[in-house]
């Protein structure tokens, strides 16, 4: 079983300041997905990562992969109330048939 | 626009009194996905249909059941509900087992 550990659990910050999110795991991983979920509504996919090494930038969001392919970042610059949510990592796995891996979650929550 | 529709949004049912969830999609998606949500934790997977095919996580308790009539649709049966069976129930649809997921805006399901 491929376990994604993520970190930290809850984070609480003010508009403006600087986070970092981390997805860890042991196993690697084929791909890498994030998601932002908002209360009341699904996961939506935020970005796709795939190669080991690779940064992708949507906005300010800027999520990374790492190079052995078993750990993502995602790093928000100048956190905006709109950023509130929870934020999902979920990994592929190298067998085409696994079905995704989701960590445990983050719940950002940005004070104005 | 092609999406996921969950319905009811709000769901409130007795004590081990049967419930049915569904969900459609307009995505011509191969697989369809039961997640169950509870409060500030990552969706865990019930079980997923590759096409046809049913596939029952291991840890899924035999109270929960599912249908899949065509591609289009997909239902979750509750045959007797606990309290502890509250919580939101997302559906997400992919195109392959390791795609990234389309989901709906989820059932919050209510247990008195």
């Known amino acids: 079983t491929q376990l994604l550990e993520q970190s930290p659990q809850f984070l609480s910050i003010q508009e403006g300041e600087n986070l970092t999110v981390y997805c860890n795991s042991s196993?690697?991983?084929?791909?890498l997905q994030w998601y932002r979920q908002e209360p009341g509504e699904g996961p939506v996919l935020l970005v796709t990562v795939v190669t080991g090494g690779e940064v992708k930038k949507l906005k300010r969001l800027t999520f990374q992969f790492g190079d052995a392919r078993k750990d993502s970042s995602l790093h928000i610059t100048a956190a905006q109330p709109g950023d509130t949510g929870l934020y999902l990592c979920a990994g592929a796995g190298d067998n085409a048939g696994n079905m995704l891996t989701f960590g445990g979650g983050t719940r950002l929550m940005v004070k104005p | 626009d092609a999406m996921v529709i969950q319905n009811p949004r709000y769901q409130v049912t007795q004590f081990g009194k049967p419930v049915t969830l569904s969900c459609s999609q307009t995505?011509?998606?191969?697989?369809m996905y039961w997640y169950q949500q509870k409060s500030s934790q990552a969706p865990k997977l019930l079980f997923h249909y590759y096409d046809k095919d049913f596939n029952n996580e291991a840890d899924t308790p035999d109270n929960f059941q599912s249908r899949r009539p065509n591609t289009s649709f997909c239902f979750l049966d509750i045959r007797s509900p606990g309290l502890g069976d509250a919580a939101m129930y997302l559906c997400a649809t992919s195109g392959t087992g390791r795609s990234p997921l389309h989901f709906g805006n989820g059932t919050r399901l209510t247990v008195t």
């Open positions: 196993s690697v991983f084929s791909s």
């Open positions: 995505l011509n998606h191969n697989v």
